[in-house]
């Protein structure tokens, strides 16, 4: 199994990884695959993606994933970074190895669950 070189630049130096302080919304996955998890934190100002970061607890292609979607994310409207997909995630890192797919499931799912987390805070307001 051979991951390109951008999965491997992303998994040894990842970007926006952490835990947001007073995020404005975060979404949580879990892998049912595998069992990996990963959180995302997103600050949003005029409903934009002004600060986003990652925590993932798996491997090496979730972890790419991961830091590659936060960078799609960032200074993105909220509905543009809705549109952001599993596949773009992938195409984005050069592709990932085909049983390595389900692992860009995380982090589009992540990123859209801290979108819906921070709409349904603003509806509660
Ligand atoms: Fe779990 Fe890749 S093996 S996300």
């Known amino acids: 199994m051979a991951y ?24 949580e996955v879990g892998n049912p695959t595998c069992g990996d998890v990963m959180k995302i934190t997103i600050k949003v100002e005029n409903d934009v993606i002004k600060d986003i970061a990652f925590k ?41 190895p085909p049983q390595k797919m389900h692992c860009s499931n995380l982090a589009a799912d992540a990123l859209h669950r801290a979108i819906e987390d921070y709409r349904s805070k603003q509806g509660d307001k």
């Open 56 to 96: 993932t607890l798996g491997c090496a292609a979730a972890i790419a994933t991961s830091s590659v979607t936060t960078e799609m994310a960032k200074d993105k409207t909220l509905d543009e970074a809705m549109t952001i997909t599993r596949d773009q995630v992938a195409e984005e890192l050069g592709g990932l």
């Open 4 to 27: 390109s070189d951008k999965v491997m630049e992303h998994f040894t130096n990842p970007s926006n990884i952490g835990e947001l302080k007073d995020a404005d919304g975060t979404g």
